[in-house]
């Protein structure tokens, strides 16, 4: 099975900051992959799909690239609602679905 | 609007089978390439993908878990049922159910992601 990483695993930030998120998958997996974003005690929510698509509704702050194994999600200017845990997900075919570790941003 | 609600007991004994519903609106899990997994997340800890029902009532299960889970639907209810066997403390999470998205890549083969969540239910494992 596909397994994914992320960098890093928390990270401070001020408001109107540039933030990158990178996620790193075992093996090659072209452009399948997703962006989740998850504030305390929500369920998470879906950003990006297929590496770079922005999901119906998700501010244009918010960015995605990368294929192979290595991707990244940009937001271009944070903002205080975007405070949260952020995932990424392998986009298989089939089972298993696999999710990332998770990275965190925090108020600096 | 697509919504999603989980429904379930909040507490259950080791050992114990514990069930969850998954009640959900806006869309029909009798059209074709609908599918909707379950989802949980230990207190503090990453998500972990459980099980998946599709429209054609097939299904599939973490190979880590599979043993234990068990998945149905009822269409005429708009519903999904979870099943999990022999609970144990390390199964304290919060489960959510997910409708499953997808679009098709080049080769034609779908690939899937969780476009729409329920709220979760936060279960206990506890004697």
């Known amino acids: 099975d596909i397994q994914l990483t992320q960098s890093p695993s928390f990270l401070s930030a001020s408001v109107g900051d540039r933030v990158t998120i990178t996620c790193r998958a075992s093996q090659g997996i072209s452009s399948y992959l997703a962006w989740y974003q998850q504030k305390p005690g929500k369920a998470p929510k879906l950003l990006i799909y297929?590496?770079?698509t922005l999901q119906s509704g998700v501010p244009s702050r918010f960015s995605g690239s990368g294929s192979g194994t290595d991707f990244t999600l940009t937001i271009s200017s944070l903002q205080p609602e975007d405070f949260a845990t952020y995932y990424c997900?392998?986009?298989?075919?089939?089972?298993?679905?696999?999710f990332g570790p998770g990275t965190t941003v925090d108020i600096k | 609007q697509v919504t999603l609600k989980e429904s379930g007991p909040a507490l259950v004994k080791p050992t114990q089978t514990l069930t969850l519903t998954c009640t959900f609106s806006?869309?029909?899990?009798?059209?074709?390439?609908?599918?909707v997994s379950w989802i949980r997340q230990p207190p503090g800890k990453a998500l972990e993908w459980l099980a998946r029902?599709?429209?054609?009532?097939?299904?599939f299960y973490s190979t880590s878990l599979k043993t234990r889970l068990t998945i149905s639907k009822d269409t005429s209810k708009n519903q999904v049922v979870l099943t999990m066997a022999n609970m144990d403390p390390v199964d304290t999470a919060t489960y959510y159910c997910?409708?499953?998205?997808?679009?098709?890549?080049?080769?034609?083969?779908?690939?899937?992601?969780?476009?729409?969540w329920g709220q979760g239910a936060l279960v206990t494992v506890s004697s």
């Open positions: 297929a590496a770079s």
């Open positions: 997910a409708r499953m998205g997808y679009y098709y890549d080049s080769r034609g083969y779908s690939r899937k992601y969780f476009d729409y």
């Open positions: 806006g869309f029909s899990l009798t059209t074709r390439e609908m599918r």
């Open positions: 029902i599709d429209w054609d009532d097939e299904k």
């Open positions: 997900q392998h986009l298989n075919s089939y089972p298993p679905f696999t």
